[in-house]
């Protein structure tokens, strides 16, 4: 079974448009990420939730918004996408404590904004 | 947040051992080091975490000095399929720990 699961794993849209990726996992964790690696590879976080409460907001435009209906769920929300913003956007999780830094990856959404 | 520096790629051959050092000059006292492999079109994945000395498990090891700004994941070895990016990250496991990948080491196994 898969532990993190990301939807969709590919993602072809126009600039202006709206699209959205959700993510899910069923490790049981309490928190949740976003990260952003563009075509250079460099991993970015954009966002973290630990129980439905947003931890962590990087410089990320207000167009990227984040839901996080329950613990197990994170959405990434994007309005009037943007040619920069074509990425692989990767959802993880972790349960804070000693084992905060072992993050679980789901294998991620390429979005491709043409 | 401690940087991490890593060499931008290494080469190797099958059966080899592989060494990558990763530096962490401003390691906090609370920090712990993290390891991280990635393929291409996959999400990295944990391989190994330690706080000081020697941690092994069943694909790698690590070392950490004593004063623990540096840290060297071990790969015994080394197969074609080990060909990957290793990413390095420190961080302390609380809550707002902004755990950020620096560029990682790109290892090409080499037959």
């Known amino acids: 079974d898969t532990a993190v699961s990301q939807t969709p794993k590919y993602l072809v849209t126009q600039m202006g448009n709206d699209k959205s990726i959700k993510c899910e996992q069923n490790?049981?964790?309490?928190?949740m990420y976003w990260y952003k690696q563009d075509s250079k590879k460099f991993l970015k976080i954009m966002f973290s939730?630990?129980?439905?409460?947003?931890?962590i907001n990087e410089t990320v435009p207000n167009r990227f918004s984040p839901k996080s209906p329950d613990k197990a769920h994170l959405n990434l929300h994007i309005n009037s996408l943007e040619l920069g913003d074509s990425a692989v956007y990767f959802c993880?999780?972790?349960?804070?404590?000693?084992?905060?830094?072992?993050?679980?990856f789901g294998a991620g959404s390429r979005l491709t904004v043409l | 947040l401690a940087k991490t520096t890593q060499p931008i790629s290494m080469d190797s051959y099958e059966g080899q051992e592989v060494n990558i050092t990763c530096s962490h000059n401003n390691i906090a006292t609370n920090d712990y080091i993290t390891w991280y492999q990635q393929f291409p079109s996959q999400g990295p994945r944990f391989i190994i975490q330690?706080?000081?000395t020697k941690v092994t498990n069943e694909v790698a090891s690590l070392f950490i000095p004593a004063d623990r700004k540096s840290s060297t994941l071990s790969l015994p070895r080394v197969s074609l399929s080990d060909t990957a990016v290793y990413y390095c990250?420190?961080?302390?496991?609380?809550?707002?720990?902004?755990?950020?990948f620096g560029g990682g080491t790109r290892v090409l196994v080499k037959p």
């Open positions: 990250l420190v961080g302390d496991g609380a809550a707002g720990n902004k755990l950020t």
């Open positions: 330690g706080y000081k």
């Open positions: 939730y630990n129980n439905k409460e947003l931890i």
């Open positions: 993880a999780s972790s349960q804070l404590g000693s084992g905060a830094n072992v993050l679980t």
């Open positions: 490790l049981g964790h309490d928190t």
